[in-house]
């Protein structure tokens, strides 16, 4: 099975995965819970071990997508390697980043992914520290993003992103939360794969809510969801 969620913030909102761990006893290595960005596990070199340590406990492989809420000196440090298709980071064997601009193939089904974002309260924060630039993807990731999907004749079934396209800014519960319809260069660079890609489900975290903004799209917090079939 292949599950999805929202931000974790290393131990900050982790509860929710042990939750649904409980709740689903017959889960194991061979389920994937997908993570839509900040899933910041990888934050502190001196205590990434201890920070590790509780996904790795998990019942399930992880796999995420970066958002703007990572170290990604640290994360970047990592070897790239292939794993079903696409460029990744292995943090740990049950633990892998599914980098940017990449086509994965899971369980018979397609995925596309392109995390990163912009850290609206990055003045509150010390780059290198608590902040940095490689948090805003690049026109070389979406170059590499489009040429990835040409090769599946623009084609896939699952979208996951940390932010979101442009249009999805106007759909509630989006629109609800008026700084949240500011457009950042992300929104417009994922505004590309909605013009491009045919695909069945989006799916998105970082902003902090729940909710289906139409029947393609789904922004992801606190609720974990299977996959739309």
């Known amino acids: 099975m292949i599950y999805i969620t929202g931000d974790t913030h290393g131990q900050y909102d ?18 994937f819970m997908i993570i839509a960005g900040d ?24 796999l995420f997508v970066d958002g703007n809420h990572e170290n990604f000196d640290l994360l970047n440090a990592y070897p790239v390697e292939i794993w079903n298709g696409g460029k990744v980071h292995k943090i740990r064997p049950d ?12 369980e018979g089904k397609t995925f596309f992914t392109f995390g990163g ?18 948090e805003l993807p690049t026109y ?5 993003g489009i040429a990835n999907l040409k090769r599946y004749n623009n084609a896939v079934d699952y979208i996951v992103t940390h ?18 319809t500011d457009v950042y260069p992300e929104n417009h660079m994922l505004s590309n794969f909605e013009d491009i890609v045919t695909y069945k489900h989006w799916y998105f975290g970082h ?23």
């Open 14 to 31: 982790f509860a929710k995965l042990i939750r649904f761990a409980d709740a689903h006893p017959e889960l194991t290595k061979r389920d």
């Open 39 to 62: 899933f910041g596990g990888v934050w502190d070199a001196k205590t990434l071990e201890e920070d590790l340590r509780p996904f790795e406990r998990l019942p399930f492989t992880t």
């Open 95 to 106: 633990i892998i980043h599914l980098m940017r601009g990449q086509v994965f193939g899971i």
């Open 117 to 134: 974002a912009t850290s609206i309260d990055k003045y509150l924060r010390r780059e290198h520290i608590s902040w940095w630039a490689q």
């Open 140 to 144: 070389e990731e979406l170059d590499e």
């Open 163 to 180: 932010s979101c396209d442009e249009r999805a800014l106007w759909y509630p519960p989006l629109r609800t939360r008026t700084f949240q």
């Open 207 to 229: 902003y902090h809510m729940d909710g289906d903004l139409n029947d393609k799209k789904t922004v992801l917090y606190r609720s974990v969801v299977a996959l739309h079939p």
